[in-house]
């Protein structure tokens, strides 16, 4: 079984602040770990993926996540925020590597504050 | 056009209406999805193909049934749909599961909005 958990459905941070956006897995074997990210009016797109070969994996936009087993986490982060980050954040898993069983979380929506 | 492509952007209809929803890619991928959103609620997957074949079917209601006529083409036809079923549908393609890369990505089209009265 696999599962994600975002925590935190809203998260605002002013402009030039830290990105941290959280994400929890469950899986009984090592996962494959994706976060997607969603603008308005658009479908989702490829941020990063894990795919056990580096633990901190870096992805478009200056975005970065790093897998951390012992924590079950693969927390998503930015330095500094643009106001085109503004968007919705998802999280997913799967343990096969296949798209078919990938588990989406529930999003998470950021803000960028001027 | 590259990508996904998914026509129309925007649809309204009754409960008693029959519509259909289309994508299309170029991406050269033989695996298709369909994916309701709503709002508040995790993606919800419906539907794989992949080959053209049906090879998942998520408890979806018979009012939503699936066309794949060839690699490059998804349909979704609606009938006697109800308000609960306004949602965002998004369509997505990804290479052969088990493809060397090690972990399939899925390109998403923009989405149909879909409005039911």
């Known amino acids: 079984a696999q599962s994600v958990t975002q925590l935190g459905s809203h998260v605002s941070v002013s402009e030039g602040a830290l990105v941290l956006l959280r994400c929890n897995y469950s899986?009984?074997?090592?996962?494959?770990l994706f976060w997607y990210v969603q603008y308005p009016n658009q479908g989702l797109q490829l941020l990063l993926k894990?795919?056990?070969?580096?633990?901190l994996v870096k992805g478009i936009n200056g975005f970065e996540a790093e897998f951390k087993k012992s924590e079950t986490s693969f927390h998503l982060t930015k330095p500094s925020a643009h106001m085109s980050d503004a968007a919705e954040y998802f999280c997913a898993v799967s343990v096969s590597g296949s798209a078919r069983q990938l588990t989406f979380g529930s999003g998470t929506q950021l803000t960028v504050l001027p | 056009e590259t990508g996904v492509t998914q026509t129309p952007r925007h649809l309204v209809m009754g409960m008693t209406n029959k519509k259909s929803l289309k994508c299309e890619q170029h991406l050269g991928h033989n695996a298709m999805y369909w994916y309701k959103q709503s709002a508040k609620k995790p993606l919800e997957l419906m539907f794989v193909y992949s080959l053209e074949e049906r090879v998942e079917n998520n408890s979806v209601p018979s009012r939503f049934s699936p066309e794949c006529p060839n690699s490059s083409h998804l349909f979704l036809h609606l009938h006697t749909l109800q308000p609960e079923d306004s949602a965002l549908y998004l369509c997505?393609?990804?290479?052969?599961?088990?493809?060397?890369?090690?972990?399939?990505?899925?390109?998403f089209g923009a989405g149909s909005r879909l409005t039911v009265l």
């Open positions: 899986s009984s074997v090592p996962p494959y």
């Open positions: 894990y795919t056990s070969a580096a633990t």
């Open positions: 997505a393609s990804s290479q052969p599961w088990g493809a060397p890369s090690g972990a399939n990505v899925l390109t």
